[in-house]
Each structure stands twice: as C-alpha cells, then as structure tokens.
C-alpha cells in the first residue's frame, strides 16, 4: 500500500447530524492512481459517539484555560489556609476553623480528583511548612500569621473578583 488517507465528514457541524448520518469516507491508494478505490462506511454508534465526544474535547479547551487561568492563586490560597491553620493552632486556638475553610473551600469548587487532590496538597504543604519551623507560639509566628491572614484575604478577594460568576 503506497499511501491511505482517511477524511471524516459529519453533518455535525452544521448542527443536522444524528449518529447514524456520520460517516467516515476512506480513500485508500494502492499501487499507483489506477488502483484507487473508495470506500464509504458508517460507523457504529460507539465510534461517532467517540468521535462526538473528541470534537467536544477541542471545544472545551477554552474553559479549561479559564480554570487554570485562576488555579494558581487558588493553590496558594489553599496553602496559606493550611499554613494559617497550623500556626493558630500552634498559638492557642483550639478550633478547627480553618481546615473547615478549606472544607468550603473543596465543596464549592467542586474540583475533579486530580484538582481536589493538588488542593489538599497545597494546604497539608501550607501546614507541614511551618511544623517543620515553630514548634511553639513566637512572636514571628504571630506576624507569620498576620501576614498569611493579610494574603488569604487578598487572595479571596482577587479570585472572587476576577473569575466569580
């Protein structure tokens, strides 16, 4: 076989197409131009619903950018709730407060697994950082916390402003 090529046409793009009218047109050469053939198959209902589902996946490409556009700020917005929950801890503050925040935070996001796992991530980083560092309340601890306090604030604000519905 000296080349094949495949075109797939549909009548999905003109928005008319139900999945028996997708077909696949196959021109195969041979041998050289005098052994041309066509051929026209349609195609199972799984392989133009695959096709469907491929032609989607282009198509969502555009949200996807817009989510990672904010995923970053998101991240580090989780690492500053787990950072900011270790250290009000570590000075007295015996609640759960902020592991709740994050709570939240997961729930509303409503993230797929591989989102949902880079964000508990970011904050159990947030939190083991700063285990690692202050074993007991000092006073750069308690400004350690003002400032996380200050950029969590900061960040909830931009992310809400920015790509809030």
Same mark, same amino acid.
């Given at each position: 076989m000296r080349a094949r090529r495949l075109n797939?046409?549909?009548?999905? *793009? ?20 005098? %052994? ?10 799984? *392989?133009? $619903?695959?096709?469907?589902?491929? /032609? ?7 949200? %996807?950018?817009?989510?990672? /556009? ?7 917005? /989780? ?32 993230? *797929?697994?591989? %989102? ?5 991530? *970011? ?14 309340? $000092? ?22 402003? %920015?790509?809030?519905?």
């Amino acid at each position: 076989m000296r080349a094949r090529r495949l075109n797939l046409f549909t009548r999905a *793009s003109c928005g008319q197409a139900k999945s028996s009218d997708i077909r696949m047109n196959v021109e195969i050469y041979e041998n050289g131009p005098k %052994r041309r053939f066509h051929e026209t198959a349609k195609l199972s209902g799984v *392989s133009a $619903t695959m096709l469907v589902i491929a /032609a989607l996946a282009f198509a969502i490409q555009p949200a %996807r950018a817009a989510e990672a /556009a904010y995923e970053k700020p998101l991240l580090r917005l /989780a690492e500053v709730l787990g950072a900011v929950h270790y250290l009000r801890n570590l000075c007295g503050e015996t609640s759960d407060a902020w592991r709740g925040k994050m709570q939240e935070l997961l729930t509303t996001e409503a993230p *797929s697994p591989e %989102r949902r796992e880079k964000l508990v991530a *970011s904050f159990n980083q947030g939190y083991r950082a700063f285990a690692g560092t202050y074993q007991s309340c $000092t006073q750069q601890a308690r400004s350690a916390i003002s400032g996380y306090m200050e950029e969590g604030a900061r960040l909830s604000k931009d992310i809400a402003q %920015r790509y809030g519905n």
